[in-house]
């Protein structure tokens, strides 16, 4: 069993937390937060978690074996790193840092330290995505052409000018830091790396500063071209849809929306799967309903515990992390952008 420490308590450490009851793998045992309420204190006495009063506190205690970071990116390096240095294995939320020089400063102190990190890229292990993944690698799809994303939600409509996603800083293309890196990573795994990309990104009816219409092209490395686009602004949604030479896979679903239950953010991302051949009749399905939240962090606790490697390796989560640096440089240059 691996005893953690969730760091930050917003609405997805809630979330993070509540996926994990019942699991024989690994718990929450530890909470640190900035501020702490009586909301705060109502959840922790609920859930049976000691409030730590700082991170450093968190790093001292040798009963936590691991620490889950939720707390904006900017600050993502030094957690990680000072987490290392205690001999603790890292859990962090997406995006994992806004460069590929953080990425692999990050990924180089947990590898010294001999610790497991991991990334909370959740939607790679939906089991239509494994299913997606393996129907291209067996040549059902023929040769891929084209993988495009849509990823929408209304929640910037609603998000006070105070909060930290409201600073673009730490949401710096509106719906690229929330939602769009977890089609980046999709197409990391299904198609392999991202060669280059071109972003445009305003905004249209937020006023906060940040961006809410942002579309993104890329060409991968094998020579396929994709698309993303994410907006904050419009009706919550997800499709995912990739173009081969003997047909076509489109998966679609919805994005985490501000109110939605703790059970519908981690389960109901996936709804109807279709996929038309190039001769024949479309396949419609229901997606397979599964907790991807509990279900990343248990083949976290596994590798931390000396079983199967974390399923996204060093090397994808700092290129993922190149690819969203290319970004925001594209969206800032408004040219075509070189992934480093």
Same mark, same amino acid.
């Given at each position: 069993m691996i005893n953690a420490a969730v760091v930050g308590l917003g609405t997805w450490g809630k979330t993070m937390i509540e996926s994990l009851v019942g699991s024989d793998t690994m718990r929450f045992t530890t909470l640190q937060t900035r501020t702490v309420t009586p909301d705060v204190e109502a959840f922790a006495k609920q859930h049976s978690l000691k409030i730590a009063k700082s991170y450093d506190e968190v790093l001292a205690d040798p009963k936590i074996d691991a620490v889950a970071l939720a707390t904006p990116v900017s600050g993502h390096l030094k957690q990680i790193e000072g987490a290392a240095a205690a001999g603790k294995h890292v859990y962090c939320e997406k995006p994992f840092t806004f460069s590929k020089k953080e990425a692999e400063a990050a990924i180089d102190a947990v590898r010294k330290a001999n610790r497991t990190i991991g990334v909370g890229y959740n939607r790679r292990f939906h089991p239509e995505m494994v299913k997606l993944h393996d129907r291209i690698k067996a040549g059902d799809l023929g040769t891929i052409q084209h993988i495009e994303a849509s990823m929408t939600y209304p929640n910037a409509l609603f998000l006070p000018p105070t909060a930290w996603r409201s600073n673009k800083s730490e949401a710096p293309l509106g719906g690229l830091a929330p939602m769009g890196v977890h089609a980046i990573d999709l197409?990391?795994?299904?198609?392999?790396?991202?060669?280059?990309?071109?972003?445009?990104? $305003?905004?249209?009816? #937020?006023?906060?500063?940040?961006?809410?219409?942002?579309?993104?092209?890329?060409?991968?490395? %094998? /020579?396929? =071209?994709?698309?993303?686009?994410?907006?904050?602004?419009?009706?919550?949604? $997800?499709?995912?849809? #990739?173009?081969?030479?003997?047909?076509?896979?489109?998966?679609?679903?919805?994005?985490?929306? %501000? /109110?939605? =239950?703790?059970?519908e953010r981690r389960t109901r991302q996936f709804g109807v799967c279709k996929f038309q051949p190039v001769k024949g009749p479309t396949e419609t399905w229901e997606a397979e309903k599964l907790d991807i939240v509990r279900a990343t962090f248990e083949a976290f606790a596994k590798a931390a515990q000396g079983g199967t490697a974390f399923p996204i390796p060093p090397e994808q989560i700092i290129h993922g992390a190149s690819v969203t640096e290319a970004v925001i440089r594209s969206a800032a240059s408004g040219n075509v952008e070189k992934v480093a």
């Open positions: 197409m990391i795994y299904l198609c392999g790396g991202i060669e280059q990309t071109y972003c445009q990104s $305003f905004a249209r009816e #937020v006023k906060s500063g940040t961006d809410d219409t942002t579309s993104m092209l890329f060409r991968m490395k %094998a /020579g396929m =071209s994709g698309y993303l686009g994410t907006m904050t602004t419009t009706g919550a949604g $997800f499709s995912f849809q #990739v173009f081969g030479t003997k047909g076509w896979v489109r998966i679609e679903g919805v994005t985490h929306v %501000a /109110g939605a =239950s703790s059970e």
